[in-house]
């Protein structure tokens, strides 16, 4: 079967933006996990805001530790990104060949984008797990990426993949109210424009500020799920204690419904939302940047792509006449 090189050059240069966008941010997004993943206790919590967590790495001298796992991160980010748009790209060339239409429609596109997330989320899971649980470590306490794996069982390494599956809908929550906001503007613009004007569009700064509305909307209403999905993925608190007293004392395997009665019990309704201002923060930042990356490196990356594949050609064509 032939490779799909446009597929293939889209995978890359979107890998390669969420590689440096989950670099540049990732201090932000070690503090956003340790925030989220504490859970008060008596009324008493260690963290009341996120520069807290900012500030313990700070005054313990352990400010190196806000990228602990991230390596972990960055695999899971890359082949996650790279298996998206690749999949993504995949399927929509494959729907228009099937279907013999010249556009994908908007059920459709979203059908694609949700197979494409799902197909991401199986086969990334075990590395979101260590890397959520190398972030909610004490700081200097991580521990490598194999160490972390390999002291639960397989299935402890796909904790939280339900709740993975379901946050595929947010792109769908996304890209429909984007939509709706979009066709509200632009019947707003048709009525107050002339009728032989040229056809009403949104401007680019108007297109990103509905995008990170859009994407702000989608980030709230899922906001629950991504919580205790991270509580779910978290390190124990007294993970830093030594094995023999850990095997003493085996831990009961967290569940979406034990995560969900103890926030409800400990912290109320509002402790679902804990930590969704940093979260809003991170992933409008992370979607800009990671586009922004994109898009300027594709073309880049279809460069050297082809001329892969040139070099590639003239040398299995040396090696047959040889």
Same mark, same amino acid.
């Not at 293939?8 to 340790?34: H, M, N, Q, R, V």
């Not at 790495?57 to 530790?65: D, E, I, N, P």
């Not at 013999?100 to 059920?107: A, D, E, F, L, Y």
């Not at 009525?191 to 989608?218: C, N, Q, W, Y």
């Given at each position: 079967?032939?490779?799909?090189?446009?597929?293939?050059?889209?995978?890359?240069?979107?890998?390669?933006?969420?590689?440096?966008?989950?670099?540049?941010?990732?201090?932000?997004?070690?503090?956003?996990?340790?925030?989220?993943?504490?859970?008060?206790?008596?009324?008493?919590?260690?963290?009341?805001?996120?520069?807290?967590?900012?500030?313990?790495?700070?005054?313990?001298?352990?400010?190196?530790?806000?990228?602990?796992?991230?390596?972990?991160?960055?695999?899971?980010?890359?082949?996650?990104?790279?298996?998206?748009?690749?999949?993504?790209?995949?399927? %929509?060339?494959?729907?228009?060949?099937?279907?013999?239409? %010249?556009?994908?429609?908007? %059920?459709?596109?979203?059908?694609?984008? @949700?197979? @494409?997330?799902?197909?991401?989320?199986?086969?990334?899971?075990?590395?979101?797990?260590?890397?959520?649980?190398?972030?909610?470590?004490?700081?200097?306490?991580?521990?490598?990426?194999?160490?972390?794996?390999?002291?639960?069982?397989?299935?402890?390494?796909?904790?939280?993949?339900?709740?993975?599956?379901?946050?595929?809908?947010?792109?769908?929550?996304?890209?429909?109210?984007?939509?709706?906001?979009?066709?509200?503007?632009?019947?707003? %613009?048709?009525?107050?424009?002339?009728?032989?004007?040229?056809?009403?569009?949104?401007?680019?700064?108007?297109?990103?500020?509905?995008?990170?509305?859009?994407?702000?909307?989608?980030?709230?209403?899922?906001?629950?799920?991504?919580?205790?999905?991270?509580?779910?993925?978290? @390190?124990?608190?007294?993970?830093?204690?030594?094995?023999?007293?850990?095997?003493?004392?085996?831990?009961?395997?967290?569940?979406?419904?034990?995560?969900?009665?103890?926030?409800?019990?400990?912290?109320?309704?509002?402790?679902?939302?804990?930590?969704?201002?940093?979260?809003?923060?991170?992933?409008?930042?992370?979607? @800009?940047?990671?586009?922004?990356?994109?898009?300027?490196?594709?073309?880049?990356?279809?460069?050297?792509?082809?001329?892969?594949?040139?070099?590639?050609?003239?040398?299995?064509?040396?090696?047959?006449?040889?």
């Amino acid at each position: 079967m032939a490779v799909d090189l446009e597929a293939l050059s889209e995978a890359t240069s979107g890998a390669l933006g969420s590689l440096l966008s989950t670099t540049i941010l990732y201090p932000l997004d070690t503090c956003k996990t340790k925030f989220q993943a504490e859970v008060q206790s008596h009324g008493q919590r260690k963290y009341r805001n996120l520069s807290d967590v900012l500030w313990e790495a700070v005054s313990t001298g352990q400010f190196l530790s806000l990228y602990q796992g991230l390596g972990t991160k960055n695999l899971q980010s890359f082949i996650a990104q790279f298996i998206y748009f690749y999949g993504y790209s995949y399927f %929509k060339r494959l729907y228009l060949e099937k279907s013999g239409s %010249k556009s994908i429609g908007t %059920k459709a596109n979203l059908i694609l984008a @949700a197979a @494409a997330g799902a197909c991401t989320a199986i086969v990334t899971q075990p590395l979101d797990t260590a890397s959520s649980r190398m972030q909610t470590s004490a700081f200097g306490k991580s521990k490598g990426l194999w160490k972390t794996l390999s002291e639960g069982t397989l299935s402890d390494a796909f904790d939280g993949l339900g709740i993975s599956l379901l946050l595929t809908s947010n792109p769908s929550i996304q890209f429909t109210v984007f939509d709706q906001l979009k066709q509200r503007l632009l019947m707003q %613009k048709l009525k107050e424009a002339d009728h032989g004007s040229s056809p009403v569009v949104l401007s680019a700064s108007t297109a990103f500020l509905l995008g990170a509305v859009s994407k702000s909307i989608a980030t709230i209403l899922t906001y629950p799920a991504i919580r205790c999905k991270v509580m779910i993925q978290a @390190a124990d608190p007294d993970d830093g204690s030594d094995d023999q007293t850990k095997r003493a004392q085996p831990k009961p395997r967290k569940t979406v419904l034990g995560v969900v009665r103890t926030i409800w019990k400990r912290e109320g309704i509002s402790g679902f939302f804990k930590g969704l201002e940093a979260q809003i923060t991170k992933t409008v930042l992370s979607s @800009a940047l990671l586009l922004m990356i994109k898009e300027k490196i594709s073309a880049t990356a279809w460069v050297l792509i082809l001329a892969l594949q040139r070099y590639l050609l003239l040398t299995r064509g040396r090696l047959k006449s040889a």
